[in-house]
T-cell receptor
Framework: NAGVMQNPRHLVRRRGQEARLRCSPM?????VYWYRQLPEEGLKFMVY????????ESGMPKERFSAEFPKEGPSILRIQQVVRGDSAAYFC???????????????FGSGTRLTVV | AQTVTQSQPEMSVQEAETVTLSCTYD???????LFWYKQPPSRQMILVIR??????QNATENRFSVNFQKAAKSFSLKISDSQLGDTAMYFC????????????FGPGTRLSVLP
C-alpha cells in the first residue's frame, strides 16, 4: 500500500499563476481532507471531500481556492492567481470511513510545498 | 469552536532524559479524541499517540505516554529515554467525536534532543 501520495513535492509559481496540487488517497479510502501549514504554524483544515462531493469547506478561503475529488483520479486543490501569502505546505489526508473508525485509518501525505515568487 | 494551545514554542532535552510537552484545549463537547503528531524535517506527519476522551486510562506507546486530565482539559505528552530521532515538531490535535472529520491542531512545540 503506497500510502497517501501527493505531487508535486515542491511547486514554485509566480504571482498571478495557477497552482494545482494533487492527492491520491490510500487504496480503499473514499474521504479526503486538505490542510494548509503556514511557516512555524500548525496545520489548518481547509476542506473535506468524498467522491464527487464537497462535504465541508468551512476552512477554504472564499476566493481563488477550489477543490475537487472526481469519480476517477486524484483529488485536486486549485489556487488561482496565487499571491505571496499562499506560500505554505499543503497536506492531504485520507480515511476509509466516517465516525470513530475514521481516525484509526486517518493517514497524511508528505505535503506539497508551494512557493510563490 | 474548539481551540488547542501549546504554550511551549521550543524545548530541549538531553539524550536519555525525560521531557514533557504541554497541551490544553477548549471544547464544550464530551465525546472527542486527542492526538499527538510528530513532524520531523522531512515534513511527514507521524502519529505518536491517541486518546479517546471516554477512556480514563492514559494511553501509552512504548516510550511515549500521555497525562490526560479531562476536567482540566489538559493533554500532555511525556517522552522517556529521549533519542536523537525524537527531534521534531510536535503537534497536539483535537477531533470532535460528534461532528468531526477534521483535526484542530495546536501551534506546535519544537523539540531538540541534545547528544
Amino acid at each position: 500500500n503506497a500510502g497517501v501520495m501527493q505531487n508535486p513535492r515542491h511547486l514554485v509559481r509566480r504571482r498571478g499563476q495557477e497552482a494545482r496540487l494533487r492527492c491520491s488517497p490510500m487504496k480503499g479510502h473514499s474521504h479526503v481532507y486538505w490542510y494548509r501549514q503556514l511557516p512555524e504554524e500548525g496545520l489548518k483544515f481547509m476542506v473535506y471531500l468524498q467522491k464527487e462531493n464537497i462535504i465541508d469547506e468551512s476552512g477554504m478561503p472564499k476566493e481563488r481556492f477550489s477543490a475537487e475529488f472526481p469519480k476517477e483520479g486524484p483529488s485536486i486543490l486549485r489556487i488561482q492567481q496565487v499571491v505571496r501569502g499562499d506560500s505554505a505546505a499543503y497536506f492531504c489526508a485520507s480515511s476509509p470511513l466516517t465516525g470513530e473508525s475514521s481516525f484509526y485509518g486517518y493517514t497524511f501525505g508528505s505535503g506539497t510545498r508551494l512557493t510563490v515568487v | 469552536a474548539q481551540t488547542v494551545t501549546q504554550s511551549q514554542p521550543e524545548m530541549s532535552v538531553q539524550e536519555a532524559e525525560t521531557v514533557t510537552l504541554s497541551c490544553t484545549y477548549d471544547t464544550s463537547e464530551s465525546n472527542y479524541y486527542l492526538f499527538w503528531y510528530k513532524q520531523p524535517p522531512s515534513r511527514q506527519m507521524i502519529l505518536v499517540i491517541r486518546q479517546e476522551a471516554y477512556k480514563q486510562q492514559n494511553a501509552t506507546e512504548n516510550r511515549f505516554s500521555v497525562n490526560f486530565q479531562k476536567a482540566a482539559k489538559s493533554f500532555s505528552l511525556k517522552i522517556s529515554d529521549s533519542q536523537l530521532g525524537d527531534t521534531a515538531m510536535y503537534f497536539c490535535a483535537f477531533m470532535s467525536g460528534n461532528y468531526g472529520q477534521n483535526f484542530v491542531f495546536g501551534p506546535g512545540t519544537r523539540l531538540s534532543v541534545l547528544p
